[in-house]
């Protein structure tokens, strides 16, 4: 069974650009997760979908955003990078949306602000 | 407010030693615990998880945890460390979502222990 699959794995890009990551969840999860890791603030909730509809979402500037597809593949979209923005960016798939199930983490895309 | 804290930035043993990875919590109700592992340039790999039940609970390659409600506590252990088990440690909490809320709740993170285990 194929894991979570993220693309692409990295990225550079400038300042005031902005960047669409991709994220596929294991096949029958139905359930996706967005979280930022970085040295200085540790792994960070973005958001989570389900349905295709935003079912949470964690404390970041409307810079971030995001979005399912009915095949329940996910993308997040961050415009106006700023250096800060460099993260390693995770996606996690879960089969149901309940908090008794465990989340499966793809490799990551780590973005390079410049 | 849901935390974890993770009080070990690094742990170091021997190879074949017993290892323990602490980690406490905070958060409201009744707690879902779980234990991730993240090698260099990987994503997070999942251990075990606590939701109920027995408070000694098995997971991945050779890995247990001990709940302690009193203590708030899920500790990460295993009786004989490998090298290769040499990786970057996270422990996180969900909180129960809200019912019909159609979220898994979000998963909070310790900042990580790292552990080196010595040949």
């Known amino acids: 069974k194929a894991g979570v699959t993220q693309t692409p794995r990295y990225l550079i890009k400038t300042r005031g650009q902005q960047v669409t990551l991709s994220c596929s969840p294991i096949?029958?999860?139905?359930?996706v997760s967005w979280y930022q890791q970085t040295p200085g603030q540790g792994l960070q909730f973005l958001f989570e979908?389900?349905?295709?509809?935003?079912?949470n979402k964690g404390n970041f500037p409307g810079r971030f955003s995001g979005r399912q597809f009915s095949n329940s593949r996910s993308e997040m979209n961050v415009s106006t990078l700023e250096l800060g923005d460099s993260a390693l960016y995770l996606c996690?798939?879960?089969?149901?949306?309940?908090?008794?199930?465990?989340?499966?983490f793809g490799q990551g895309t780590r973005l390079t602000v410049v | 407010a849901q935390s974890v804290a993770q009080p070990e930035d690094q742990v170091n043993v021997a190879e074949g030693n017993p290892l323990t990875v602490k980690c406490t919590y905070s958060?409201?109700?009744?707690?879902?615990l779980f234990w991730y592992v993240q090698y260099p340039n990987r994503g997070l790999q999942f251990l075990l998880k606590?939701?109920?039940?027995?408070?000694l609970v098995k997971g991945s390659y050779g890995f247990e945890a001990e709940f302690n409600k009193s203590q708030t506590s899920f500790h990460l252990k295993k009786p004989s460390a490998l090298v290769s088990d040499s990786a970057l440690y996270f422990c996180?909490?969900?909180?129960?979502?809200?019912?019909?809320?159609?979220?898994?709740?979000?998963?909070?993170f310790g900042q990580g222990t790292t552990l080196q285990v010595k040949p």
């Open positions: 996180a909490v969900r909180a129960q979502p809200v019912y019909g809320s159609g979220n898994t709740g979000k998963l909070i």
């Open positions: 996690a798939s879960s089969l149901v949306p309940s908090g008794r199930t465990e989340a499966f």
């Open positions: 606590y939701i109920t039940g027995d408070n």
């Open positions: 958060v409201s109700g009744n707690p879902y």
């Open positions: 096949s029958g999860h139905r359930s």
């Open positions: 979908y389900f349905s295709e509809t935003q079912r």
